[in-house]
């Protein structure tokens, strides 16, 4: 799937409810994760009016942390494209699914997500080199750089030494935060593992695009949408309620409140699970207090967002 299954969430959202006007667009606040070209059909979509026109009102941004990387690759990310998202309470994180994964089996603070389409399931990066390095099979016993770890790039760098019969831990050095030019020209790793984004400066730095690892056809969960969990069962869930199917409306609406549960658990200063959770006790569940207790508990988080408050009111709450 490609661009079309972004419509894929906005045709969840209005089903949910009635057709709105560009007063009542439903807020909604998408993570486009790094600076990379595969992100230019969302900066598109909102440019052209297509996200209003389906009744939302996206807000997308990058992380600083992503601002910064961009900016070690070369790249100037205006600021007002740029939000601190410490607690990466994004209803759509635009990225990869395979660095999600590990950070969901790595890391406690890690938002539970649900990959609901991606856009790439085979690696597609270039490894470059500089251009003492004559072929693949010289890399044998070299430095090669990759973004993150857990990142695709970082996956297509172990996948590329097993594909060559090394060792990854023992035949060739991996190194993080390396897939920028200037860490080949500076002397600090011998080749990367690249986007087309990065690839194209580094011919503007003269090295050499050594493999294309799109022909061993390695598999990933490469950028997609990935929903948090929570507010996407609650969203389906308020769907089922309103088209009438009661039976699917209650399961949803179990898991959806099990999973907020278990979010202010870990986390009670967190403001999103109060304002989800009173939502679904609001619209599906039909109890009145415990909904108004949980928007008392938001509230008193002092993070409220014109985002989480447009989903409340439209409850009336």
């Given at each position: 799937m490609?661009?079309?299954?972004?419509?894929?969430?906005?045709?969840?959202m209005?089903?949910s409810g009635p057709?709105q006007?560009q007063e009542?667009?439903?807020?909604?606040?998408?993570?486009l994760?790094?600076?990379?070209?595969?992100?230019?059909?969302?900066?598109?979509a909102?440019?052209?009016?297509i996200?209003?026109k389906h009744?939302?009102a996206?807000h997308?941004?990058?992380?600083?942390?992503?601002?910064?990387?961009?900016y070690h690759?070369?790249?100037?990310?205006?600021?007002?494209?740029v939000k601190?998202?410490?607690?990466?309470?994004?209803?759509?994180?635009?990225?990869?699914?395979?660095?999600?994964?590990?950070r969901?089996?790595?890391?406690?603070r890690?938002?539970?997500?649900?990959?609901?389409?991606?856009?790439?399931?085979?690696?597609?990066?270039h490894i470059?080199?500089?251009w003492?390095?004559d072929?693949?099979e010289?890399?044998?016993?070299?430095?090669?750089?990759y973004?993150n770890?857990g990142a695709?790039t970082?996956?297509?760098?172990?996948?590329?030494a097993?594909?060559?019969?090394?060792?990854?831990?023992?035949?060739?050095s991996?190194?993080g935060?390396g897939?920028t030019p200037?860490?080949?020209?500076?002397?600090k790793?011998?080749?990367?593992?690249g986007?087309v984004?990065?690839?194209s400066?580094a011919?503007?730095?003269?090295?050499?695009?050594?493999?294309?690892l799109?022909?061993?056809?390695?598999?990933?969960?490469?950028?997609?949408l990935?929903?948090?969990?929570?507010?996407?069962?609650?969203?389906?869930a308020?769907q089922?309620?309103?088209?009438?199917?009661?039976?699917?409306?209650g399961?949803?609406?179990?898991?959806a409140?099990?999973l907020?549960d278990?979010a202010?658990?870990?986390?009670?200063?967190?403001?999103d699970?109060?304002a989800?959770?009173?939502?679904?006790?609001?619209?599906?569940v039909?109890?009145?207090d415990r909904a108004?207790e949980?928007v008392?508990?938001?509230?008193?988080?002092?993070?409220?967002?014109?985002d989480?408050?447009?989903?409340?009111?439209?409850?009336g709450?």
């Open positions: 490609r661009f079309s299954s972004v419509m894929f969430l906005a045709g969840l209005i089903a057709a006007t009542t667009l439903t807020g909604l606040e998408v993570s994760g790094d600076v990379s070209l595969n992100k230019v059909p969302f900066l598109v909102a440019d052209e009016g996200y209003a009744g939302l996206v997308q941004y990058i992380t600083p942390y992503a601002a910064d990387k961009a690759q070369g790249l100037d990310v205006p600021p007002e494209y601190d998202d410490s607690v990466d309470d994004a209803h759509i994180a635009v990225g990869g699914g395979t660095p999600m994964i590990v969901m089996t790595r890391d406690v890690a938002t539970d997500r649900v990959i609901i389409a991606t856009f790439e399931n085979r690696v597609r990066n470059v080199s500089s003492e390095i072929s693949p010289d890399l044998k016993g070299k430095r090669l750089g973004s770890d695709v970082h996956l297509a760098a172990i996948s590329f097993r594909l060559m019969g090394w060792d990854p831990h023992r035949d060739i991996l190194f935060h897939n200037s860490a080949i020209t500076g002397g790793i011998d080749a990367f593992v986007s984004l990065v690839r400066l011919a503007q730095a003269n090295l050499k695009d050594l493999v294309d799109s022909q061993y056809e390695i598999a990933v969960a490469g950028s997609g990935n929903a948090e969990r929570g507010w996407l069962l609650a969203l389906v308020d089922a309620q309103r088209t009438g199917d009661t039976e699917s409306a399961t949803l609406s179990t898991a409140l099990e907020l278990r202010v658990e870990l986390d009670p200063a967190l403001a699970p109060y989800y959770r009173a939502v679904v006790y609001a619209e599906l039909g109890d009145a108004e949980d008392e508990a938001y509230k008193a988080t002092g993070q409220t967002r014109d989480l408050d447009a989903i409340l009111a439209q409850s709450l």
